[in-house]
Protein backbone atom coordinates (compact mmCIF):
# COMPACT_ATOMS: atom_id res chain seq x y z
CA UNK A 1 0.00 0.00 0.00
CA UNK A 2 1.68 3.63 -0.72
CA UNK A 3 2.02 6.35 1.69
CA UNK A 4 1.58 9.63 0.70
CA UNK A 5 2.11 13.15 2.64
CA UNK A 6 0.20 15.89 1.76
CA UNK A 7 2.77 17.77 -0.38
CA UNK A 8 3.49 14.89 -2.33
CA UNK A 9 1.05 14.20 -5.49
CA UNK A 10 -1.67 11.13 -4.93
CA UNK A 11 -3.53 8.77 -6.49
CA UNK A 12 -7.58 10.08 -5.55
CA UNK A 13 -9.01 6.97 -7.45
CA UNK A 14 -7.70 4.44 -5.22
CA UNK A 15 -7.94 3.24 -1.63
CA UNK A 16 -4.53 4.23 -0.65
CA UNK A 17 -3.63 5.38 2.78
CA UNK A 18 -3.25 9.34 2.76
CA UNK A 19 -2.34 11.19 5.74
CA UNK A 20 -2.49 14.42 6.89
CA UNK A 21 -0.50 16.07 9.64
CA UNK A 22 -1.24 18.50 12.27
CA UNK A 23 0.74 20.81 15.09
CA UNK A 24 -0.76 20.31 19.09
CA UNK A 25 0.11 21.24 22.48
CA UNK A 26 0.65 19.67 25.50
CA UNK A 27 -1.79 21.41 27.72
CA UNK A 28 -4.99 18.81 27.81
CA UNK A 29 -2.53 16.15 28.71
CA UNK A 30 -4.03 13.86 32.05
CA UNK A 31 -1.51 12.71 33.95
CA UNK A 32 -3.76 9.90 35.71
CA UNK A 33 -6.15 8.71 32.26
CA UNK A 34 -2.23 9.09 30.18
CA UNK A 35 -4.62 10.83 27.56
CA UNK A 36 -4.06 13.92 25.08
CA UNK A 37 -7.23 15.41 23.09
CA UNK A 38 -6.47 16.13 19.73
CA UNK A 39 -8.05 17.78 16.56
CA UNK A 40 -6.70 15.12 13.65
CA UNK A 41 -8.74 17.02 11.16
CA UNK A 42 -10.91 20.60 10.83
CA UNK A 43 -12.36 20.97 7.31
CA UNK A 44 -9.29 22.45 5.43
CA UNK A 45 -8.68 21.90 1.91
CA UNK A 46 -5.24 20.17 0.99
CA UNK A 47 -3.83 21.17 -2.56
CA UNK A 48 -3.45 17.40 -4.30
CA UNK A 49 -2.65 16.09 -7.47
CA UNK A 50 -3.69 13.33 -9.84
CA UNK A 51 -3.45 12.12 -13.29
CA UNK A 52 -6.11 14.86 -14.40
CA UNK A 53 -4.00 17.60 -12.72
CA UNK A 54 -4.09 19.94 -9.60
CA UNK A 55 -7.38 19.85 -7.36
CA UNK A 56 -8.22 20.51 -4.04
CA UNK A 57 -9.07 17.82 -1.41
CA UNK A 58 -11.52 18.09 1.70
CA UNK A 59 -12.40 16.03 4.17
CA UNK A 60 -16.80 15.49 5.60
CA UNK A 61 -16.46 15.37 8.84
CA UNK A 62 -19.51 14.05 9.29
CA UNK A 63 -18.47 10.21 10.05
CA UNK A 64 -19.05 7.36 12.33
CA UNK A 65 -15.86 7.34 14.31
CA UNK A 66 -17.08 4.06 15.84
CA UNK A 67 -14.45 1.99 13.88
CA UNK A 68 -11.22 4.31 14.59
CA UNK A 69 -11.47 3.89 18.53
CA UNK A 70 -8.84 1.51 19.25
CA UNK A 71 -6.79 2.00 16.53
CA UNK A 72 -2.97 2.50 17.34
CA UNK A 73 -1.06 5.43 17.82
CA UNK A 74 2.05 5.24 16.10
CA UNK A 75 5.65 6.93 15.86
CA UNK A 76 5.81 8.45 12.54
CA UNK A 77 3.68 6.00 10.60
CA UNK A 78 5.82 3.07 11.24
CA UNK A 79 4.51 -0.23 11.78
CA UNK A 80 6.85 -3.02 11.24
CA UNK A 81 7.28 -3.66 15.19
CA UNK A 82 4.97 -3.91 18.31
CA UNK A 83 7.54 -1.26 19.64
CA UNK A 84 6.65 1.41 17.08
CA UNK A 85 3.08 1.78 19.00
CA UNK A 86 3.21 4.92 21.04
CA UNK A 87 -0.77 4.23 22.24
CA UNK A 88 -4.79 3.88 21.20
CA UNK A 89 -7.38 6.21 19.67
CA UNK A 90 -9.80 5.92 23.20
CA UNK A 91 -12.93 8.17 21.54
CA UNK A 92 -13.37 10.22 18.46
CA UNK A 93 -16.59 12.50 17.63
CA UNK A 94 -17.31 15.19 15.27
CA UNK A 95 -17.85 18.89 17.32
CA UNK A 96 -18.46 22.23 15.61
CA UNK A 97 -16.69 21.04 12.65
CA UNK A 98 -13.64 19.41 13.97
CA UNK A 99 -13.20 16.02 14.36
CA UNK A 100 -11.31 15.30 17.57
CA UNK A 101 -9.98 11.97 19.31
CA UNK A 102 -8.20 11.22 22.61
CA UNK A 103 -5.71 9.45 22.48
CA UNK A 104 -3.97 7.21 25.53
CA UNK A 105 -0.61 6.76 25.90
CA UNK A 106 1.23 3.52 26.58
CA UNK A 107 3.12 3.36 29.61
CA UNK A 108 6.66 1.88 27.76
CA UNK A 109 9.52 3.81 28.29
CA UNK A 110 9.63 4.53 24.59
CA UNK A 111 6.35 6.07 25.03
CA UNK A 112 7.10 8.19 28.01
CA UNK A 113 9.88 9.77 26.23
CA UNK A 114 7.51 10.91 23.96
CA UNK A 115 5.12 12.48 26.20
CA UNK A 116 7.60 14.27 27.94
CA UNK A 117 8.93 15.79 24.34
CA UNK A 118 5.03 16.32 24.34
CA UNK A 119 4.91 18.35 27.01
CA UNK A 120 8.13 19.93 26.82
CA UNK A 121 7.37 21.46 23.35
CA UNK A 122 10.01 19.65 21.51
CA UNK A 123 6.81 17.73 19.72
CA UNK A 124 3.73 19.04 18.62
CA UNK A 125 2.30 17.31 15.55
CA UNK A 126 0.17 14.46 14.39
CA UNK A 127 -0.86 13.26 11.38
CA UNK A 128 -4.12 10.75 10.54
CA UNK A 129 -3.55 7.84 8.04
CA UNK A 130 -6.65 7.42 6.14
CA UNK A 131 -8.15 6.10 3.15
CA UNK A 132 -11.29 6.74 1.13
CA UNK A 133 -14.17 5.12 -0.12
CA UNK A 134 -16.41 7.89 -1.85
CA UNK A 135 -15.60 10.76 -3.14
CA UNK A 136 -17.55 13.93 -4.83
CA UNK A 137 -16.15 15.46 -7.39
CA UNK A 138 -17.18 19.41 -7.54
CA UNK A 139 -16.07 23.02 -9.09
CA UNK A 140 -15.04 26.26 -7.04
CA UNK A 141 -14.35 28.59 -10.02
CA UNK A 142 -11.71 27.38 -12.15
CA UNK A 143 -10.81 24.50 -9.41
CA UNK A 144 -11.13 20.63 -9.05
CA UNK A 145 -12.34 19.85 -5.63
CA UNK A 146 -12.79 16.52 -4.57
CA UNK A 147 -14.71 16.04 -1.27
CA UNK A 148 -13.97 12.85 0.48
CA UNK A 149 -17.95 12.23 1.46
CA UNK A 150 -17.05 8.53 3.13
CA UNK A 151 -13.53 8.15 4.56
CA UNK A 152 -12.15 5.55 7.16
CA UNK A 153 -9.23 6.87 9.90
CA UNK A 154 -6.68 3.85 10.03
CA UNK A 155 -4.18 5.13 12.51
CA UNK A 156 -2.95 8.41 14.42
CA UNK A 157 0.63 9.16 14.37
CA UNK A 158 2.93 11.02 16.69
CA UNK A 159 5.60 12.65 13.76
CA UNK A 160 8.59 15.28 13.72
CA UNK A 161 6.74 17.57 11.18
CA UNK A 162 3.38 20.01 11.29
CA UNK A 163 1.19 20.94 8.07
CA UNK A 164 -1.98 21.72 9.64
CA UNK A 165 -2.51 24.70 11.66
CA UNK A 166 -5.94 24.33 11.68
CA UNK A 167 -6.02 21.39 13.79
CA UNK A 168 -5.17 21.37 17.30
CA UNK A 169 -5.64 19.81 20.78
CA UNK A 170 -8.58 21.36 21.91
CA UNK A 171 -7.09 23.38 25.14
CA UNK A 172 -4.41 24.54 23.40
CA UNK A 173 -4.17 28.40 23.59
CA UNK A 174 -6.29 30.06 21.63
CA UNK A 175 -7.24 33.71 20.06
CA UNK A 176 -10.67 34.00 20.58
CA UNK A 177 -11.90 36.16 18.29
CA UNK A 178 -10.21 34.11 15.21
CA UNK A 179 -10.07 30.66 16.65
CA UNK A 180 -6.91 30.00 15.55
CA UNK A 181 -3.82 28.89 17.91
CA UNK A 182 -1.36 30.94 19.37
CA UNK A 183 1.55 29.79 17.98
CA UNK A 184 4.69 30.60 19.87
CA UNK A 185 7.34 28.22 18.62
CA UNK A 186 10.13 30.44 17.20
CA UNK A 187 12.00 27.32 15.60
CA UNK A 188 8.12 26.63 13.79
CA UNK A 189 8.16 30.19 12.76
CA UNK A 190 11.53 30.85 11.36
CA UNK A 191 10.94 26.82 9.35
CA UNK A 192 8.06 28.80 7.78
CA UNK A 193 9.98 31.36 6.73
CA UNK A 194 12.55 29.60 5.38
CA UNK A 195 10.14 27.84 2.86
CA UNK A 196 8.64 31.33 1.98
CA UNK A 197 12.15 32.01 1.20
CA UNK A 198 12.62 29.03 -0.93
CA UNK A 199 8.99 29.64 -3.01
CA UNK A 200 9.65 33.09 -3.78
CA UNK A 201 13.49 32.97 -4.37
CA UNK A 202 14.06 35.11 -1.78
CA UNK A 203 18.14 35.34 -0.75
CA UNK A 204 19.40 33.89 2.69
CA UNK A 205 19.69 37.70 3.83
CA UNK A 206 16.29 38.36 3.31
CA UNK A 207 15.74 35.29 5.72
CA UNK A 208 18.09 36.14 8.04
CA UNK A 209 16.84 39.76 8.65
CA UNK A 210 13.61 38.52 9.01
CA UNK A 211 14.41 36.01 11.71
CA UNK A 212 16.52 39.08 13.49
CA UNK A 213 13.45 41.03 13.12
CA UNK A 214 11.56 38.26 14.81
CA UNK A 215 8.98 38.54 12.29
CA UNK A 216 5.93 36.50 12.49
CA UNK A 217 4.63 33.85 9.49
CA UNK A 218 2.43 36.57 8.32
CA UNK A 219 4.60 39.46 8.41
CA UNK A 220 7.19 37.20 6.66
CA UNK A 221 4.75 36.83 3.50
CA UNK A 222 3.59 40.59 3.73
CA UNK A 223 7.70 41.27 3.52
CA UNK A 224 8.00 38.82 1.00
CA UNK A 225 5.02 40.49 -1.38
CA UNK A 226 6.66 43.51 -1.53
CA UNK A 227 9.78 42.49 -2.33
CA UNK A 228 8.17 40.51 -5.62
CA UNK A 229 6.50 43.92 -6.03
CA UNK A 230 10.08 45.65 -6.05
CA UNK A 231 11.01 43.31 -8.77
CA UNK A 232 8.33 43.57 -10.87
CA UNK A 233 8.17 47.43 -10.73
CA UNK A 234 9.05 50.11 -13.84
CA UNK A 235 12.58 49.72 -15.16
CA UNK A 236 13.35 46.35 -13.12
CA UNK A 237 14.96 43.78 -15.00
CA UNK A 238 12.72 40.52 -15.21
CA UNK A 239 9.34 42.40 -15.62
CA UNK A 240 8.46 42.17 -19.09
CA UNK A 241 5.07 42.27 -21.26
CA UNK A 242 5.03 38.59 -21.67
CA UNK A 243 5.63 35.03 -19.33
CA UNK A 244 7.09 31.78 -19.95
CA UNK A 245 6.58 29.15 -17.06
CA UNK A 246 9.84 28.44 -15.09
CA UNK A 247 9.61 24.47 -15.02
CA UNK A 248 6.37 23.96 -17.05
CA UNK A 249 5.46 23.34 -21.04
CA UNK A 250 4.89 26.88 -21.69
CA UNK A 251 2.40 25.88 -24.34
CA UNK A 252 0.22 23.78 -22.15
CA UNK A 253 -3.14 26.35 -21.95
CA UNK A 254 -4.66 24.62 -19.00
CA UNK A 255 -1.30 25.45 -17.18
CA UNK A 256 -0.65 28.76 -18.26
CA UNK A 257 -4.51 30.03 -17.39
CA UNK A 258 -4.30 28.05 -13.90
CA UNK A 259 -1.06 30.24 -13.14
CA UNK A 260 -2.73 33.32 -14.81
CA UNK A 261 -5.66 32.60 -12.19
CA UNK A 262 -3.33 32.31 -9.40
CA UNK A 263 -1.08 35.71 -10.18
CA UNK A 264 -4.49 37.55 -10.23
CA UNK A 265 -5.52 35.65 -7.20
CA UNK A 266 -2.07 37.15 -5.28
CA UNK A 267 -2.70 40.70 -6.39
CA UNK A 268 -5.91 40.50 -4.54
CA UNK A 269 -5.36 38.10 -1.48
CA UNK A 270 -1.15 39.58 -0.80
CA UNK A 271 -0.41 35.79 -0.19
CA UNK A 272 2.66 34.28 -1.32
CA UNK A 273 2.21 33.18 -5.43
CA UNK A 274 2.78 29.80 -5.71
CA UNK A 275 5.97 28.66 -8.17
CA UNK A 276 3.87 28.38 -10.74
CA UNK A 277 2.59 31.72 -11.27
CA UNK A 278 5.52 33.54 -10.14
CA UNK A 279 6.53 35.29 -13.41
CA UNK A 280 3.04 36.22 -14.05
CA UNK A 281 2.51 38.46 -10.26
CA UNK A 282 4.61 41.25 -12.23
CA UNK A 283 2.26 41.82 -15.27
CA UNK A 284 -0.51 44.49 -15.47
CA UNK A 285 -3.81 43.67 -15.77
CA UNK A 286 -3.63 44.22 -19.12
CA UNK A 287 -0.80 42.49 -19.81
CA UNK A 288 -2.61 39.72 -17.89
CA UNK A 289 -5.50 39.82 -20.32
CA UNK A 290 -3.20 39.43 -23.44
CA UNK A 291 -1.73 36.67 -21.91
CA UNK A 292 -5.04 34.90 -21.54
CA UNK A 293 -5.96 35.42 -25.16
CA UNK A 294 -2.61 34.49 -26.38
CA UNK A 295 -3.25 31.02 -24.10
CA UNK A 296 -6.44 30.76 -26.13
CA UNK A 297 -5.05 31.61 -29.34
CA UNK A 298 -6.84 34.69 -29.71
CA UNK A 299 -5.62 38.04 -31.57
CA UNK A 300 -3.93 40.34 -28.98
CA UNK A 301 -3.19 42.96 -31.06
CA UNK A 302 -5.42 46.35 -30.24
CA UNK A 303 -5.70 49.12 -27.40
CA UNK A 304 -5.66 48.50 -23.78
CA UNK A 305 -9.53 48.79 -23.86
CA UNK A 306 -9.86 46.51 -26.51
CA UNK A 307 -7.93 43.89 -25.06
CA UNK A 308 -9.72 43.90 -21.52
CA UNK A 309 -13.42 43.72 -23.78
CA UNK A 310 -11.95 41.17 -25.81
CA UNK A 311 -10.19 39.38 -22.46
CA UNK A 312 -13.79 39.73 -20.83
CA UNK A 313 -15.80 37.84 -23.13
CA UNK A 314 -13.88 35.02 -25.04
CA UNK A 315 -11.31 33.90 -22.79
CA UNK A 316 -10.93 32.27 -18.78
CA UNK A 317 -10.74 35.84 -17.55
CA UNK A 318 -14.51 35.87 -15.48
CA UNK A 319 -13.72 32.47 -14.06
CA UNK A 320 -10.49 33.69 -12.95
CA UNK A 321 -11.32 36.73 -11.21
CA UNK A 322 -13.99 34.99 -9.87
CA UNK A 323 -11.96 32.42 -8.11
CA UNK A 324 -10.02 34.98 -7.01
CA UNK A 325 -12.57 37.70 -6.03
CA UNK A 326 -13.90 34.18 -4.10
CA UNK A 327 -9.91 33.15 -2.09
CA UNK A 328 -9.96 37.11 -1.19
CA UNK A 329 -13.25 37.11 0.41
CA UNK A 330 -13.21 33.89 1.77
CA UNK A 331 -9.62 34.66 3.46
CA UNK A 332 -11.30 37.73 5.21
CA UNK A 333 -14.36 35.33 5.66
CA UNK A 334 -12.39 33.07 7.90
CA UNK A 335 -10.27 35.43 9.88
CA UNK A 336 -13.35 36.59 11.73
CA UNK A 337 -15.17 33.54 13.05
CA UNK A 338 -17.99 34.06 15.26
CA UNK A 339 -17.19 33.17 19.15
CA UNK A 340 -21.04 31.30 19.36
CA UNK A 341 -19.74 29.01 16.84
CA UNK A 342 -17.82 27.52 19.45
CA UNK A 343 -20.97 26.56 21.79
CA UNK A 344 -23.26 25.70 19.08
CA UNK A 345 -23.24 22.60 16.31
CA UNK A 346 -23.24 23.26 12.53
CA UNK A 347 -25.43 21.41 10.87
CA UNK A 348 -26.23 20.62 6.55
CA UNK A 349 -29.70 21.13 5.16
CA UNK A 350 -30.56 19.76 1.41
CA UNK A 351 -32.76 22.11 0.53
CA UNK A 352 -34.75 24.99 1.53
CA UNK A 353 -38.17 23.69 3.52
CA UNK A 354 -38.48 23.69 6.78
CA UNK A 355 -35.78 22.11 9.35
CA UNK A 356 -37.64 20.22 11.67
CA UNK A 357 -35.36 19.20 14.91
CA UNK A 358 -37.09 16.16 17.28
CA UNK A 359 -36.02 15.89 20.40
CA UNK A 360 -37.01 12.32 21.72
CA UNK A 361 -37.21 11.51 25.69
CA UNK A 362 -35.75 8.56 26.85
CA UNK A 363 -36.84 5.27 26.61
CA UNK A 364 -39.19 4.80 29.67
CA UNK A 365 -37.68 2.70 32.55
CA UNK A 366 -37.26 -0.89 32.80
CA UNK A 367 -40.34 -2.26 35.41
CA UNK A 368 -39.76 -5.67 37.07
CA UNK A 369 -42.06 -8.57 35.71
CA UNK A 370 -43.65 -10.98 38.06
CA UNK A 371 -43.89 -14.26 37.29
CA UNK A 372 -46.60 -15.25 34.95
CA UNK A 373 -47.15 -11.33 34.62
CA UNK A 374 -47.31 -8.99 32.00
CA UNK A 375 -44.74 -6.48 30.22
CA UNK A 376 -46.11 -2.87 31.26
CA UNK A 377 -46.17 -0.89 28.08
CA UNK A 378 -44.14 2.93 27.78
CA UNK A 379 -44.40 5.68 25.58
CA UNK A 380 -42.09 7.29 23.95
CA UNK A 381 -42.33 11.67 23.83
CA UNK A 382 -40.96 14.16 21.80
CA UNK A 383 -40.78 17.66 21.35
CA UNK A 384 -40.37 19.12 17.95
CA UNK A 385 -38.41 22.56 16.65
CA UNK A 386 -38.06 24.17 13.70
CA UNK A 387 -36.17 26.81 11.47
CA UNK A 388 -34.94 27.23 7.91
CA UNK A 389 -32.27 28.45 5.69
CA UNK A 390 -32.49 31.66 3.75
CA UNK A 391 -30.61 33.05 1.42
CA UNK A 392 -28.46 36.82 1.20
CA UNK A 393 -26.47 38.27 -0.89
CA UNK A 394 -24.95 41.31 -2.69
CA UNK A 395 -23.57 41.97 -6.52
CA UNK A 396 -21.00 43.26 -6.99
CA UNK A 397 -19.64 44.84 -10.62
CA UNK A 398 -15.54 44.58 -12.03
CA UNK A 399 -15.20 46.89 -14.59
CA UNK A 400 -13.22 47.72 -17.73
CA UNK A 401 -12.16 50.90 -16.39
CA UNK A 402 -10.78 48.74 -13.10
CA UNK A 403 -8.48 46.64 -15.44
CA UNK A 404 -7.66 48.87 -17.69
CA UNK A 405 -6.02 51.28 -14.69
CA UNK A 406 -4.83 48.24 -12.72
CA UNK A 407 -6.59 49.24 -10.13
CA UNK A 408 -7.20 46.02 -8.26
CA UNK A 409 -5.83 47.10 -5.05
CA UNK A 410 -9.55 48.72 -4.88
CA UNK A 411 -11.50 45.56 -5.76
CA UNK A 412 -9.52 43.67 -3.13
CA UNK A 413 -10.41 45.78 -0.47
CA UNK A 414 -14.25 45.67 -1.42
CA UNK A 415 -13.58 41.24 -1.94
CA UNK A 416 -12.14 41.73 2.15
CA UNK A 417 -15.08 44.05 3.07
CA UNK A 418 -17.42 41.54 1.70
CA UNK A 419 -15.81 38.56 3.25
CA UNK A 420 -15.58 40.29 6.72
CA UNK A 421 -19.68 41.18 6.01
CA UNK A 422 -20.56 37.83 5.65
CA UNK A 423 -18.80 36.72 8.85
CA UNK A 424 -20.39 39.41 10.57
CA UNK A 425 -23.71 38.80 9.57
CA UNK A 426 -23.36 35.18 10.61
CA UNK A 427 -21.95 36.47 13.96
CA UNK A 428 -25.07 38.84 14.47
CA UNK A 429 -27.45 36.61 13.60
CA UNK A 430 -25.98 33.76 16.33
CA UNK A 431 -25.78 36.49 18.48
CA UNK A 432 -29.89 38.12 18.06
CA UNK A 433 -30.95 34.33 18.13
CA UNK A 434 -29.31 33.88 22.12
CA UNK A 435 -30.02 37.31 23.05
CA UNK A 436 -33.54 37.12 21.86
CA UNK A 437 -34.58 33.48 22.18
CA UNK A 438 -37.69 32.07 20.13
CA UNK A 439 -40.84 30.38 22.20
CA UNK A 440 -40.04 26.78 21.53
CA UNK A 441 -42.80 24.64 20.99
CA UNK A 442 -43.67 23.20 24.42
CA UNK A 443 -44.75 27.37 24.08
CA UNK A 444 -42.36 28.58 26.71
CA UNK A 445 -39.25 30.71 26.18
CA UNK A 446 -35.93 28.75 25.17
CA UNK A 447 -34.37 30.62 28.90
CA UNK A 448 -37.21 29.98 31.30
CA UNK A 449 -38.17 28.70 34.82
CA UNK A 450 -40.23 25.67 33.07
CA UNK A 451 -36.80 25.18 31.43
CA UNK A 452 -34.75 24.66 34.37
CA UNK A 453 -32.23 27.01 32.37
CA UNK A 454 -33.05 30.46 34.07
CA UNK A 455 -31.49 31.65 37.57
CA UNK A 456 -34.15 32.92 39.77
CA UNK A 457 -31.92 36.44 40.31
CA UNK A 458 -29.76 37.85 38.40
CA UNK A 459 -25.46 36.79 40.13
CA UNK A 460 -22.37 38.05 39.33
CA UNK A 461 -20.05 35.63 38.02
CA UNK A 462 -18.75 33.61 41.42
CA UNK A 463 -18.13 30.23 42.80
CA UNK A 464 -21.58 30.33 44.11
CA UNK A 465 -23.27 31.42 40.99
CA UNK A 466 -21.53 28.90 39.00
CA UNK A 467 -21.97 26.31 41.72
CA UNK A 468 -25.75 27.02 41.25
CA UNK A 469 -25.68 27.25 37.51
CA UNK A 470 -24.00 23.44 37.34
CA UNK A 471 -26.49 22.59 39.61
CA UNK A 472 -29.39 23.47 37.69
CA UNK A 473 -27.54 21.67 34.61
CA UNK A 474 -27.11 18.15 36.64
CA UNK A 475 -31.03 18.58 37.45
CA UNK A 476 -32.11 18.94 33.56
CA UNK A 477 -34.04 15.89 32.54
CA UNK A 478 -35.79 15.09 29.05
CA UNK A 479 -39.30 15.77 27.84
CA UNK A 480 -40.58 12.70 29.84
CA UNK A 481 -39.12 13.38 32.68
CA UNK A 482 -35.74 11.23 33.16
CA UNK A 483 -32.51 12.79 34.29
CA UNK A 484 -30.05 13.84 31.54
CA UNK A 485 -27.38 15.92 33.72
CA UNK A 486 -26.15 18.07 31.30
CA UNK A 487 -22.68 18.89 32.07
CA UNK A 488 -21.34 22.82 31.56
CA UNK A 489 -18.05 22.98 29.32
CA UNK A 490 -17.96 26.57 28.37
CA UNK A 491 -18.57 29.71 30.30
CA UNK A 492 -20.14 32.46 27.49
CA UNK A 493 -19.33 36.34 28.50
CA UNK A 494 -19.78 39.64 27.10
CA UNK A 495 -16.49 41.46 26.68
CA UNK A 496 -17.32 43.67 29.94
CA UNK A 497 -16.81 40.47 32.06
CA UNK A 498 -13.77 38.53 30.35
CA UNK A 499 -11.63 39.57 33.16
CA UNK A 500 -13.85 38.38 35.84
CA UNK A 501 -14.74 35.33 34.29
CA UNK A 502 -10.73 34.40 33.77
CA UNK A 503 -9.97 35.25 36.86
CA UNK A 504 -12.80 33.09 38.31
CA UNK A 505 -11.97 29.87 36.39
CA UNK A 506 -8.41 30.21 36.88
CA UNK A 507 -6.91 27.14 38.12
CA UNK A 508 -3.89 27.36 41.13
CA UNK A 509 -1.45 25.38 42.79
CA UNK A 510 -3.89 25.07 45.92
CA UNK A 511 -2.02 24.30 49.54
CA UNK A 512 -5.28 23.98 51.32
CA UNK A 513 -8.55 22.10 49.86
CA UNK A 514 -10.60 25.72 50.59
CA UNK A 515 -8.83 27.25 48.27
CA UNK A 516 -8.92 24.61 45.59
CA UNK A 517 -11.22 26.20 41.79
CA UNK A 518 -13.94 23.93 41.45
CA UNK A 519 -14.89 25.67 38.13
CA UNK A 520 -11.14 25.41 36.75
CA UNK A 521 -12.26 22.87 33.86
CA UNK A 522 -14.61 25.64 32.50
CA UNK A 523 -13.39 26.98 28.86
CA UNK A 524 -14.57 30.76 28.71
CA UNK A 525 -15.71 32.15 25.39
CA UNK A 526 -15.91 36.02 24.48
CA UNK A 527 -18.30 37.44 22.20
CA UNK A 528 -17.76 41.00 22.01
CA UNK A 529 -21.39 41.23 20.21
CA UNK A 530 -23.07 40.64 23.25
CA UNK A 531 -25.48 43.77 24.02
CA UNK A 532 -25.72 43.10 27.89
CA UNK A 533 -23.08 43.72 29.65
CA UNK A 534 -24.14 41.84 32.81
CA UNK A 535 -25.69 38.65 31.15
CA UNK A 536 -23.74 35.38 31.18
CA UNK A 537 -24.41 31.80 30.51
CA UNK A 538 -23.17 28.12 30.94
CA UNK A 539 -22.90 25.65 27.98
CA UNK A 540 -22.65 22.22 28.17
CA UNK A 541 -20.61 20.64 24.72
CA UNK A 542 -22.22 20.47 21.75
CA UNK A 543 -21.69 17.10 20.91
CA UNK A 544 -23.31 15.63 23.38
CA UNK A 545 -26.56 17.78 24.10
CA UNK A 546 -28.41 19.81 20.94
CA UNK A 547 -28.57 23.23 22.26
CA UNK A 548 -28.11 26.37 19.36
CA UNK A 549 -27.31 25.38 16.15
CA UNK A 550 -26.33 26.81 12.54
CA UNK A 551 -27.23 25.83 9.23
CA UNK A 552 -25.33 25.64 5.25
CA UNK A 553 -27.13 24.57 2.44
CA UNK A 554 -24.99 21.00 1.92
CA UNK A 555 -21.74 21.75 -0.31
CA UNK A 556 -22.16 25.33 -0.23
CA UNK A 557 -21.03 26.27 3.63
CA UNK A 558 -20.14 30.12 3.54
CA UNK A 559 -20.11 33.10 0.47
CA UNK A 560 -19.78 31.90 -2.95
CA UNK A 561 -19.36 33.21 -5.61
CA UNK A 562 -20.74 33.75 -9.09
CA UNK A 563 -20.03 35.34 -12.67
CA UNK A 564 -21.83 36.66 -15.37
CA UNK A 565 -20.63 39.26 -18.45
CA UNK A 566 -22.32 42.51 -18.10
CA UNK A 567 -24.24 44.36 -21.20
CA UNK A 568 -25.89 46.59 -18.70
CA UNK A 569 -22.75 47.05 -17.22
CA UNK A 570 -19.04 47.34 -19.07
CA UNK A 571 -17.56 44.56 -17.37
CA UNK A 572 -17.85 41.29 -14.87
CA UNK A 573 -20.88 41.26 -12.54
CA UNK A 574 -20.01 38.89 -9.53
CA UNK A 575 -22.77 37.71 -6.99
CA UNK A 576 -21.84 36.81 -3.36
CA UNK A 577 -24.33 34.53 -2.22
CA UNK A 578 -24.88 32.28 1.07
CA UNK A 579 -27.28 30.22 2.55
CA UNK A 580 -27.52 30.56 6.56
CA UNK A 581 -29.62 29.65 9.15
CA UNK A 582 -29.84 29.47 12.55
CA UNK A 583 -32.28 28.00 15.35
CA UNK A 584 -32.43 25.96 19.47
CA UNK A 585 -32.81 22.70 19.08
CA UNK A 586 -33.15 21.97 22.71
CA UNK A 587 -33.02 24.52 25.50
CA UNK A 588 -31.25 21.85 28.52
CA UNK A 589 -27.71 22.69 26.82
CA UNK A 590 -27.50 26.42 28.26
CA UNK A 591 -28.12 28.31 31.33
CA UNK A 592 -28.54 31.80 31.68
CA UNK A 593 -27.58 33.97 34.49
CA UNK A 594 -29.06 37.78 34.07
CA UNK A 595 -25.85 39.05 35.88
CA UNK A 596 -25.91 42.12 38.13
Known sequence: MNRHHRNFFTRADTAELLMREATFGARSWNEAERTFEVVFAAGAGVERMDPR???????????????????????????????????????????????????????????????????????????????????????EGSKRVRTAAKWTPKELSIVAVAADTRAHIRSQQMDIQTGDPVITDRAAINTDIRSIARITSLPQQWVDTQIDLCATVDQARAAAFEELKKRSAPGASIRTATASITGFDGNDPAIRSRAIGE?????????????????????????????????????????????????????????????????????????????????ARQRTASDFRMIHRIQLSGAPTLEKVLESGAFVHGAVTDSQETYKLETFGRIISLSRQVLINDDLGALADLTRRMGIAAADFEAQSLVDILESPPVMSDGFAVFSAQHGNLAGAGAVISETSLSAGRLAMRSQTDPSGMLIAATPKYLLVPSALETLAEKTVTSIQATQTSNVNPFAFLNVIVAPRLSDAKKWWLVADPATIDGLSFVYLAGEEGPQTFSEIGFDVDGIKYKIREDFGAGWDEPRGFYCNPGA
Open 263 to 343: ALATRLTGQTPPELARDFVGLTSVELCRELLRTSGLSTVGSPGVIVERAMTTSDLPALMGDAINRSMRLAYQAVPSALKLV
Open 53 to 139: GAYVERLDLNQDWSSFRGAPVLNSHKRNDVGDILGSVISAQTVSGEARAVIRMSKRAEAEAVVQDILAGHVRAVSVGYTVDQWKDST
